[in-house]
């Protein structure tokens, strides 16, 4: 064990990285429904790694930590801001009932097992994962008048208490979340997260990365002119009416023809249309025969999002716009989606587009030029992470996390972690906004959040996993099982009275908020990874932020009355 102990010690990253790989390994097994996941894996690895007795940095940790958060504000910041106001009475009742509830948890258990102010204080600490209690409980210790050597002794057992109970307060909270809460609702997180997505979407669908409808809306046929000869391409245009269609290339006696709204189809011409496919496919009784393919009618198209900056079109209907705009201008283009401040606005005559919305236009490159230059600005599609704008993000995130506020000498602050959040929403609010900048493609975005996470945790066992297992085998099982109640008791009633009394009916949404109203990261890292989507996040981030404050404001509390 020394000599591994000496090796390592010159590289205790590598416990950091074995931590994720066997942790990921051990948390993809399922047993029945129960599948422990990625993160609670590497905490428990990492639990067992820490008797090599090799320390991690603190500020690996920290750093982590607020990648992670970051990237999950940053996400999540458009939706954030809009679901602020009455609506947002369910989390702060919930933050606050958990507080409670864990408040009166700890003290009826001290009372029950004779533990003192300091132990006491450290079992909510540990048992609740909010570490700032340590900090406030300590502070007002120190204010008893007590003598120097209990005062110390007191403080001693803040820290002893968190380190027996932090492993199983993160490690019950994922389970409580993750796993009971679904099958007490009887629901699945990743369905009900698809369902409250496509309520958000109204209606429309999110098609992840590689994924693509089996029926496209815009498709292109080729067709061999029979019954259409005779006609001019803008009268086949027309005969489309609300179902937008284009003839894209025209090819007579096996030579091109340049397309013009007066060119005449002539019998055994072979034309390429493009269009919305309700009237593409309508065109087979009207043009003639349908042909697999043809040489030389291949054709490219692109697909563009355009960011509105034309104040022309600005507060303007899609039918408006249609009416009002040059046939030249607008053929050849088809709207296939917008969106405003993230969210999909339904694609009718009647919605109102306004500035900065994002609209994807489907085309060739010299239609949607000809539409980018009248329009707006293209929205740039890059690999690359805007490190100028996420990096000044992460400073305003940590430096909101050093401001600490005082209320009648009770020192509350969000720290690092809840600065990263709130500076994530608000940076990714802006990015809604001014879409131009703070890029962020999503396989980054999920890199910072997985392994950030995931390599939290994994430092949070390796730093306070020996302690934990040392203090157990000195004072016996009591206070691991003491540390148990703690966790549990206030996570299922806080469950029970958000089910019954607040009335959460999607399971997603529900997993959000009760581990944010913990401050369960690593329990919302899960639920995050179960959800496939950010549905989640925005509960979370409310009842986080809460609990920040809430669950800080024990420490002087329990050392007051325990």
């Not at 900090?135 to 002893?160: H, K, P, Y």
């Not at 087979?284 to 900056?309: K, N």
Request: proline share 4%; net charge neutral; aromatic share 6%.
């Amino acid at each position: 064990m020394e000599w591994i102990k000496e090796q390592v010690g010159h590289s205790p990253e590598i416990l950091l990285f074995l931590s994720l790989a066997v942790g990921f390994w051990i948390g993809q097994f399922q047993i029945g429904k129960f599948q422990l996941g990625g993160v609670a894996g590497s905490l428990l690895v990492a639990v067992l790694l820490s008797l090599v007795g090799v320390p991690v940095d603190n500020g690996v940790k920290s750093i982590l930590f607020a990648l992670f958060i970051y990237a999950v504000g940053f996400e999540s910041g458009p939706q954030f801001f809009k679901s602020l106001g009455p609506q947002s009475l369910r989390e702060i009742f919930l933050a606050l009932f958990m507080a409670v509830i864990g408040l009166a948890t700890v003290l009826v258990m001290a009372k029950l097992f004779g533990l003192d102010k300091g132990m006491a204080a450290g079992l909510a600490a540990g048992g609740m994962t909010q570490s700032a209690i340590i900090g406030t409980a300590g502070d007002a210790i120190s204010r008893l008048g007590l003598a120097a050597d209990e005062a110390q002794r007191l403080q001693a057992n803040v820290a002893i208490g968190y380190a027996v109970t932090y492993i199983f307060g993160s490690l019950g909270a994922i389970i409580v979340c993750v796993n009971i809460l679904p099958r007490f609702m009887g629901k699945g997180i990743a369905d009900d997260a698809i369902k409250a997505e496509a309520e958000r979407l109204k209606g429309a669908i999110a098609f992840g990365p590689g994924q693509e409808p089996a029926m496209p809306e815009i498709v292109g046929r080729i067709y061999k002119v029979g019954a259409a000869a005779g006609k001019t391409v803008a009268a086949i245009e027309a005969s489309a009416g609300a179902n937008t269609i284009t003839v894209e290339r025209l090819k007579r006696k096996d030579h091109p023809v340049d397309v013009t709204p007066d060119t005449v189809l002539r019998e055994g011409d072979i034309v390429l249309i493009v269009g919305r496919r309700p009237g593409v496919v309508a065109l087979s009784d009207t043009i003639g025969a349908e042909l697999q393919s043809a040489p030389g009618m291949d054709l490219v198209m692109l697909t563009e999002d355009v960011v509105l900056r034309n104040a022309a079109y600005a507060n303007r209907t899609l039918g408006e716009i249609k009416a009002s705009t040059s046939p030249l201008l607008r053929h050849g283009i088809f709207v296939i989606g917008i969106k405003r401040e993230g969210d999909s606005v339904a694609l009718a005559d009647a919605t109102a587009i306004q500035a900065g919305d994002v609209v994807t236009v489907y085309g060739t490159d010299q239609d949607i030029k000809r539409v980018v230059t009248e329009a707006g600005v293209p929205l740039p599609i890059s690999i690359k992470t805007d490190w100028i704008f996420h990096g000044a993000g992460l400073v305003v995130g940590l430096l909101i996390g050093l401001i600490v506020i005082r209320i009648s000498g009770i020192p509350l602050t969000l720290g690092a972690g809840g600065g990263a959040l709130l500076s994530g929403l608000l940076f990714g609010w802006l990015r809604s906004r001014h879409q131009t900048m703070g890029n962020m493609p999503l396989p980054a975005s999920q890199l910072l959040k997985d392994l950030g996470l995931a390599g939290f945790v994994a430092a949070v066992g390796l730093q306070s996993g020996l302690q934990a297992i040392e203090t157990i085998a000195q004072s016996g099982l009591s206070l691991f099982l003491i540390g148990v109640v703690v966790t549990l008791v206030p996570l299922l009633l806080t469950m029970l009275f958000g089910r019954y009394v607040l009335r959460y009916d999607n399971a997603a949404v529900f997993a959000g908020a009760l581990s944010g109203s913990r401050s369960a990261n690593p329990a919302f890292g899960e639920v995050l990874g179960k959800a496939g989507n950010s549905i989640p996040t925005v509960p979370f981030a409310i009842t986080y932020a809460l609990a920040n404050v809430f669950l800080t404001l024990l420490g002087p509390l329990i050392v007051a009355f325990a």
